[in-house]
């Protein structure tokens, strides 16, 4: 059976995900606490169940613990894969504002005698951070600071619609000027390269348009730089995997997120598919962010 688990911090979007599941024709299940996640997937597997998606965060904060054991006991029998939605303190706020939801640790006091009553939204953010900070290791990451909900739909589509292998490595293209995505593990900064926004004609492109493309392909800089950067990864590729490393996500950064890093993303993506199970995601680019509905905590 496949499992999915997807948690990460209060109001990053983990219902949306969720849903997103639900409607991929996932057995879907909302804040089961952790020490039942054993019994309810082998009751679905003998009921001939395929697909189980769980939310697990905060709220089962006195189980989190055993979570990183349980995680490598179910993956002994199925195949488990673990989503981790994050996003920024300013976000996370600015959502609960928005929505007027209380996050799950806001007011509540801690058997902790140095944390004590949380008595603020950002204190009940930062202490959920710490938390649910050791099961980011084991999840493909996603930042979801700067995306819409049909954004975070599609990035969850595709990561499931992969096939399972050792290493899961996803190419992000974001702008600068937005900020640097959470969930990298390397950044590469582009902007020093040739910048498509300042001809008039491709301006409301992106990288995925055959202009933009041509127009980069075309210099030996931006040619450069992708073999700079691929043969990094090539070189490291090998160690992450053999240090049991099953997500790692690369960065790429321009000024807007449009022409140049969508580009380079793409490309690299191209190149290394045959390395390791490849995902590409734009997270600035008009294709990822049409839609005008907000991701909602």
């Given at each position: 059976m496949r499992i999915i688990l997807i948690t990460g911090i209060s109001g990053s979007g983990k219902s949306v995900a969720?849903?997103?599941?639900?409607?991929?024709?996932?057995?879907?299940?909302?804040?089961?606490?952790?020490?039942?996640?054993?019994q309810l997937a082998a009751y679905l597997a003998s009921d001939g169940q395929e697909q189980l998606a769980v939310a697990i965060d905060a709220r089962s904060s006195a189980s989190l613990d055993e979570m990183p054991a349980m995680i490598r006991d179910l993956s002994r029998q199925h195949d488990v894969r673990v989503l981790f939605l994050n996003a920024s303190t300013q976000s996370l706020i600015q959502r609960f504002s928005e929505t007027r939801r209380r996050h799950p640790l806001s007011g509540s006091t801690l058997h902790d005698a140095d944390v004590g009553l949380l008595t603020s939204l950002e204190e009940a953010i930062e202490h959920e951070r710490e938390l649910v900070a050791g099961l980011a290791e084991f999840g493909h990451r996603i930042d979801t600071s700067n995306l819409r909900a049909n954004a975070l739909r599609a990035w969850v589509k595709r990561f499931v619609e992969q096939e399972r292998s050792s290493l899961a490595l996803t190419f992000e293209s974001f702008g600068f000027k937005r900020g640097v995505p959470l969930d990298a593990d390397f950044?590469?900064?582009?902007?020093?390269?040739?910048?498509?926004?300042?001809?008039?004609?491709?301006?409301?492109?992106?990288?995925?348009?055959?202009?933009?493309?041509?127009?980069?392909?075309?210099?030996?800089?931006?040619?450069?730089?992708?073999?700079?950067?691929?043969?990094?990864?090539?070189?490291?590729?090998?160690?992450?995997?053999?240090?049991?490393?099953?997500?790692?996500?690369?960065?790429?950064?321009?000024?807007?997120?449009?022409?140049?890093?969508?580009?380079?993303?793409?490309?690299?993506?191209?190149?290394?598919?045959?390395?390791?199970?490849?995902?590409?995601?734009?997270?600035?680019?008009?294709?990822?962010?049409?839609?005008?509905?907000?991701?909602?905590?």
């Open positions: 969720l849903n997103a599941l639900e409607d991929a024709g996932y057995y879907c299940v909302d804040n089961l606490p952790p020490r039942f996640l054993p950044v590469f900064d582009v902007r020093t390269l040739p910048n498509p926004y300042y001809d008039r004609e491709l301006r409301p492109l992106t990288g995925l348009d055959q202009p933009v493309i041509d127009y980069l392909n075309a210099l030996p800089v931006v040619r450069e730089m992708i073999d700079d950067i691929h043969a990094f990864l090539v070189k490291w590729l090998p160690r992450f995997s053999e240090d049991n490393r099953s997500y790692l996500t690369v960065a790429i950064g321009c000024t807007g997120g449009q022409h140049r890093s969508v580009f380079i993303a793409e490309t690299l993506a191209a190149r290394l598919a045959k390395e390791a199970n490849v995902i590409v995601r734009h997270r600035d680019a008009p294709l990822d962010v049409g839609e005008s509905s907000k991701l909602v905590a």
